[in-house]
C-alpha cells in the first residue's frame, strides 16, 4: 500500500497549483480520500476530504472556494486543485486513505 503526492512548487500569491495522489497496493477509489497539510512550526490541519461513493466533498473554511478535491477511479489518483494561492497556504501537503500516508509535497507561496 503507498501513496505518492506531486505538483508541489514554488508559485506567486493567486496562482494555482494541482497536486496528484497516485495509489498503489489498492483500490482508491472504494475509500475516502483527504489532504492535510503542515505549516511549519504548526500542527498537521485538515484541508479537504472527498467520500468513496456518491461522491461527496467537504473543505476546511480556510481553503472553501479555492481549493477542489477530486479523483480518476481509472487512474487510481486523487487530487487537489488549488486556485488564488496565498501566503498561509505554504505548507507540506500530505493525502491519506486507507489509513496510510502519503511523504508530502512541498507548496511554497512567495512574492
Known amino acids: 500500500v503507498q501513496l505518492v503526492e506531486s505538483g508541489g512548487g514554488l508559485v506567486q500569491p493567486g496562482g494555482s497549483l494541482r497536486l496528484s495522489c497516485i495509489a498503489s497496493?489498492?483500490?482508491?477509489?472504494?475509500?475516502?480520500l483527504s489532504w492535510y497539510r503542515q505549516a511549519p512550526g504548526k500542527e498537521r490541519e485538515w484541508v479537504a476530504t472527498?467520500?468513496?461513493?456518491?461522491?461527496?466533498?467537504t473543505y476546511a473554511d480556510s481553503v472553501k472556494g479555492r481549493f477542489a478535491i477530486s479523483r480518476d477511479n481509472f487512474k487510481n489518483t486523487g487530487y487537489l486543485q488549488m486556485n488564488n494561492l496565498k501566503f498561509e497556504d505554504t505548507a507540506v501537503y500530505y493525502c491519506?486513505?486507507?489509513?496510510?500516508w502519503g511523504q508530502g509535497t512541498q507548496v511554497t507561496v512567495s512574492a
Open positions: 491519506k486513505a486507507y489509513n496510510s
Open positions: 497496493g489498492f483500490t482508491l477509489s472504494t475509500y475516502d
Open positions: 472527498i467520500t468513496a461513493f456518491r461522491p461527496f466533498t
